[in-house]
């Protein structure tokens, strides 16, 4: 029988702060790829920042038209990787343009690491990356190479917060399937 | 072209075997266990040796290498270093992320296969006991000679009954569900998924992604290559069978549990092609086993549950990049057999298999990781692999029914890991470079 005086996790916001460097020192978890930074309230996600290579502004402008037309024809082509939210930022800082790639994930990224590397290629969207110093030139067929840009380039949060937390994209898509069906079968009910 | 003179047979064929035998070895000194490489030689089948003379052969023998090993027989560092670090780093040291923590950490391992003195593997296959003795009494002779080369453990191999076909301790056929190599010369069966390119299982070959990966140097070392992934897996039958009897109250309904933990009936047959009922027929016939999918067939589970052992193990059409994700899989049970209505002896009994693949990081640790051992794999929340994952008896299995779900608690280990390891399987060119790495001519 279930417990229906147990408030669900997801009905109580929360908020964690993460020590330096993103790790909590006693409970580490491996990944394939080294350590996982760790599940909070917001999920799990990666914040990665890196200077583009002067000059190529336009091409990331042309990488969002490009991606917005793949989604429009794919919906579910980025759906390997989930995603809540994927933000792309660019900014400068003392006249150098660097670039922020922000994503909100259910599942650690270095689960489907080698699916993300597939997925940029398939989708004809190699050409974001190849534009930030320091990428690596073989990383098609170099997932470990891949992995150490994105890690070298993290930046780790220091606090995460969640207005329902640890509920993952799908949960919140059966959530509102649930709904409409509801409302569908209350339609019938007229 | 596959260079079939030079792969080694057990890559692209299954020795006809009902024992065998896996010998553990440890080289004290460089030149003792090239010695001993150099007297194996002449036994171990190539892809064509094994193809022409299966009738006659009744033995069959690989070898192979942990990392340590290629050290320990003199490759310089320099070519130690090319190897992916997952090899480097040997099972052991990978056990966290693999899952192989609590009654299944290597430190309760039983084999010596934990040791970083594990330096080799020699794998026989054999048609019979009889066969076995005899060549098992030939390699203790070879032994006797090169001095310097210690036997860690051995593990003996034995089918259980009934022989006709291939099954585990719990009663699951199995050798099921195999990729077929494009130019292997074997067609895939239906539903299989087509060939795949010889670079997902055989070092310096094309890939399903293109050229593949740089390779270990030098080439004559890596290429024709594998990287093996050894398990030694128990399997608690006496827990399985109570858990049986405990959940299921008629013969029937317990069949049916076992299917659902599994994804097939014990015959074999699949639940997507036989939700009902079994049907022994299907289960035996290589062209309609494999003949489905999940993602128009069965969305939900009702048929297979999500967290079932075969859609864990192959996702099929509803995971990303599958043919990225295929292992080849070879091993023979070992321990006795135990009747039906026997209580468990407390022998260890089960399953000892190796995974084989290109990329032990994309293939073996992949499925080890996400497939098996993560918790929230399809969404479940609390489960595991209900056969192979770890399991610590506070998880669950779930399996859809209508009107709702039936859902286990407290699911016990049905299996535990009692040794591994990552070998390097060399080409047999690679062989005669390692025999001959203290003669540069």
Same mark, same amino acid.
């Given at each position: 029988?279930?417990?229906?005086?147990?408030?669900?996790?997801?009905?109580?916001?929360?908020?964690?702060?993460?020590?330096?460097?993103?790790?909590?020192?006693?409970?580490?978890?491996?990944?394939?790829?080294?350590?996982?930074?760790?599940?909070?309230?917001?999920?799990?996600?990666?914040?990665?920042?890196?200077?583009?290579?002067?000059?190529?502004?336009?091409?990331?402008?042309?990488?969002?038209?490009?991606?917005?037309?793949?989604?429009?024809?794919?919906?579910?082509?980025?759906?390997?990787?989930?995603?809540?939210?994927?933000?792309?930022?660019?900014?400068?800082?003392?006249?150098?343009?660097?670039?922020?790639?922000?994503?909100?994930?259910?599942?650690?990224?270095?689960?489907? =690491?080698?699916?993300?590397?597939?997925?940029?290629?398939?989708?004809?969207?190699?050409?974001?990356?190849?534009?930030?110093?320091?990428?690596?030139?073989?990383?098609?067929?170099?997932?470990?190479?891949?992995?150490?840009?994105?890690?070298?380039?993290?930046?780790?949060?220091?606090?995460?917060?969640?207005?329902?937390?640890?509920?993952?994209?799908?949960?919140?898509?059966?959530?509102?399937?649930?709904?409409?069906?509801?409302?569908?079968?209350?339609?019938?009910?007229? | 072209?596959?260079?079939?003179?030079?792969?080694?047979?057990?890559?692209? =064929?299954?020795?006809?075997?009902?024992?065998?035998?896996?010998?553990?070895?440890?080289?004290?000194?460089?030149?003792?266990?090239?010695?001993?490489?150099?007297?194996?030689?002449?036994?171990?089948?190539?892809?064509?040796?094994?193809?022409?003379?299966?009738?006659?052969?009744?033995?069959?023998?690989?070898?192979?290498?942990?990392?340590?090993?290629?050290?320990?027989?003199?490759?310089?560092?320099?070519?130690?270093?090319?190897?992916?670090?997952?090899?480097?780093?040997?099972?052991?040291?990978?056990?966290?992320?693999?899952?192989? =923590?609590?009654?299944?950490?290597?430190?309760?391992?039983?084999?010596?296969?934990?040791?970083?003195?594990?330096?080799?593997?020699?794998?026989?296959?054999?048609?019979?006991?009889?066969?076995?003795?005899?060549?098992?009494?030939?390699?203790?002779?070879?032994?006797?000679?090169?001095?310097?080369?210690?036997?860690?453990?051995?593990?003996?191999?034995?089918?259980?009954?009934?022989?006709?076909?291939?099954?585990?301790?719990?009663?699951?056929?199995?050798?099921?569900?195999?990729?077929?190599?494009?130019?292997?010369?074997?067609?895939?069966?239906?539903?299989?998924?087509?060939?795949?390119?010889?670079?997902?299982?055989?070092?310096?070959?094309?890939?399903?992604?293109?050229?593949?990966?740089?390779?270990?140097?030098?080439?004559?070392?890596?290429?024709?290559?594998?990287?093996?992934?050894?398990?030694?897996?128990?399997?608690?039958?006496?827990?399985?069978?109570?858990?049986?009897?405990?959940?299921?109250?008629?013969?029937?309904?317990?069949?049916?549990?076992?299917?659902?933990?599994?994804?097939?009936?014990?015959?074999?047959?699949?639940?997507?092609?036989?939700?009902?009922?079994?049907?022994?027929?299907?289960?035996?016939?290589?062209?309609?086993?494999?003949?489905?999918?999940?993602?128009?067939?069965?969305?939900?589970?009702?048929?297979?549950?999500?967290?079932?052992?075969?859609?864990?193990?192959?996702?099929?059409?509803?995971?990303?990049?599958?043919?990225?994700?295929?292992?080849?899989?070879?091993?023979?049970?070992?321990?006795?057999?135990?009747?039906?209505?026997?209580?468990?002896?407390?022998?260890?009994?089960?399953?000892?298999?190796?995974?084989?693949?290109?990329?032990?990081?994309?293939?073996?640790?992949?499925?080890?990781?996400?497939?098996?051992?993560?918790?929230?794999?399809?969404?479940?929340?609390?489960?595991?692999?209900?056969?192979?994952?770890?399991?610590?008896?506070?998880?669950?299995?779930?399996?859809?029914?209508?009107?709702?779900?039936?859902?286990?608690?407290?699911?016990?280990?049905?299996?535990?890991?009692?040794?591994?390891?990552?070998?390097?399987?060399?080409?047999?060119?690679?062989?005669?470079?390692?025999?001959?790495?203290?003669?540069?001519?």
């Amino acid at each position: 029988m279930s417990d229906t005086s147990k408030q669900p996790e997801w009905s109580k916001p929360a908020a964690m702060a993460i020590p330096k460097g993103g790790f909590f020192a006693d409970k580490v978890e491996q990944g394939r790829y080294g350590p996982i930074f760790p599940k909070t309230p917001a999920s799990y996600g990666f914040t990665i920042i890196a200077k583009i290579i002067p000059g190529r502004e336009p091409v990331f402008y042309e990488y969002a038209r490009n991606l917005e037309n793949a989604v429009a024809g794919q919906p579910d082509c980025l759906a390997v990787l989930k995603l809540h939210y994927l933000r792309w930022v660019l900014f400068p800082i003392k006249g150098e343009i660097y670039f922020m790639y922000q994503g909100i994930f259910d599942t650690d990224f270095d689960k489907y =690491t080698e699916d993300a590397v597939a997925l940029f290629s398939t989708l004809g969207l190699r050409t974001v990356f190849e534009n930030l110093e320091g990428f690596p030139a073989d990383w098609q067929t170099n997932a470990p190479a891949f992995v150490k840009f994105v890690r070298e380039h993290q930046c780790p949060s220091f606090l995460e917060y969640g207005e329902y937390p640890f509920v993952s994209a799908e949960e919140i898509k059966k959530a509102l399937r649930l709904k409409a069906s509801f409302s569908n079968m209350l339609d019938h009910m007229q | 072209m596959l260079d079939f003179d030079d792969i080694q047979y057990i890559l692209l =064929t299954r020795a006809p075997a009902l024992n065998g035998r896996y010998i553990f070895l440890s080289f004290k000194r460089p030149a003792a266990g090239r010695a001993w490489l150099a007297a194996m030689l002449e036994k171990v089948h190539s892809v064509k040796a094994m193809r022409d003379a299966v009738a006659q052969d009744k033995r069959w023998v690989t070898v192979a290498f942990t990392w340590n090993g290629l050290r320990a027989l003199g490759v310089d560092e320099a070519s130690l270093a090319t190897f992916p670090e997952e090899f480097r780093q040997g099972m052991v040291e990978r056990a966290p992320m693999l899952g192989d =923590t609590g009654t299944n950490h290597p430190d309760n391992w039983v084999d010596k296969t934990a040791s970083p003195d594990l330096h080799a593997i020699a794998v026989l296959f054999t048609r019979d006991g009889d066969e076995r003795m005899r060549a098992t009494i030939e390699h203790e002779k070879l032994l006797a000679q090169c001095v310097g080369v210690d036997v860690l453990s051995t593990l003996d191999l034995e089918a259980t009954p009934p022989f006709e076909y291939a099954h585990d301790h719990f009663g699951y056929r199995d050798r099921l569900s195999q990729p077929v190599i494009e130019g292997s010369c074997d067609a895939p069966p239906l539903g299989s998924g087509g060939t795949l390119k010889p670079g997902e299982f055989i070092l310096g070959y094309e890939d399903e992604s293109g050229p593949g990966p740089v390779l270990p140097q030098p080439d004559i070392l890596s290429r024709n290559g594998s990287y093996m992934a050894y398990r030694r897996l128990a399997e608690h039958v006496g827990t399985f069978r109570d858990f049986l009897r405990a959940n299921g109250q008629t013969p029937e309904e317990q069949e049916l549990i076992a299917a659902k933990l599994m994804g097939r009936w014990r015959s074999g047959a699949p639940l997507v092609l036989a939700p009902q009922r079994d049907d022994a027929a299907l289960g035996a016939d290589p062209q309609r086993n494999n003949n489905f999918n999940y993602k128009e067939d069965d969305p939900h589970g009702y048929a297979v549950p999500l967290g079932s052992h075969i859609r864990r193990m192959n996702p099929r059409d509803t995971a990303a990049n599958i043919n990225r994700r295929r292992m080849i899989r070879r091993g023979a049970t070992y321990g006795t057999y135990l009747p039906d209505g026997t209580p468990d002896d407390g022998t260890e009994r089960g399953i000892a298999a190796f995974v084989i693949c290109s990329s032990l990081i994309r293939q073996f640790e992949f499925a080890q990781n996400v497939w098996v051992n993560d918790k929230n794999f399809h969404e479940l929340g609390n489960e595991r692999d209900p056969i192979m994952g770890n399991q610590d008896g506070t998880l669950e299995f779930t399996f859809p029914t209508r009107p709702i779900r039936k859902k286990f608690t407290g699911l016990p280990a049905f299996t535990s890991v009692r040794g591994g390891a990552y070998f390097f399987l060399p080409g047999l060119g690679a062989l005669r470079w390692l025999a001959a790495l203290d003669n540069p001519n």
